[in-house]
């Protein structure tokens, strides 16, 4: 069985940095295309940022060359590193896997496990 444990949610002032995890159980990172979404209040789940089984990486627009997708497979985790963030940043986000390690996307729908989530909260 799949599990996904997100962490590192936070409450941080604009500019500020953080990094969340997200640990997997019942499958092999290196064998599964990840991906972190977010969602805000009143708005639909969106994709951030996606890295595939051959450790290619997508981002959103709105999080290029601030925010890095990550993986250490020795350890099954995920990471996404945020930085200079933003109040627009402020949403619970969600870590996703799929076995379809080939596939690199950040459609919602192209994932079939799901993380709790995670709060990330930026003030202005």
């Known amino acids: 069985q799949v599990q996904l444990v997100e962490s590192g949610g936070d409450s941080v002032q604009a500019g500020g940095s953080l990094r969340l995890s997200c640990v997997g159980s019942g499958y092999r990172n290196s064998r599964y295309s990840m991906g972190w979404f977010r969602q805000a209040p009143g708005k639909e789940?969106?994709?951030?940022?996606?890295?595939?089984?051959?450790?290619?990486?997508?981002?959103?627009d709105s999080v290029k060359g601030r925010f890095t997708i990550s993986k250490d497979n020795a350890k099954n985790t995920l990471y996404l590193q945020m930085n200079s963030l933003k109040p627009e940043d402020t949403a619970m986000y969600y870590c996703a896997a799929d076995h379809r390690w080939w596939q690199l996307t950040r459609d919602r729908a192209d994932f079939g496990?799901?993380?709790?989530?995670?709060?990330?909260?930026v003030s202005s």
């Open 45 to 60: 789940r969106e994709g951030v940022a996606a890295i595939d089984g051959y450790g290619r990486t997508s981002y959103a």
């Open 113 to 121: 496990y799901w993380g709790q989530g995670a709060q990330v909260t």
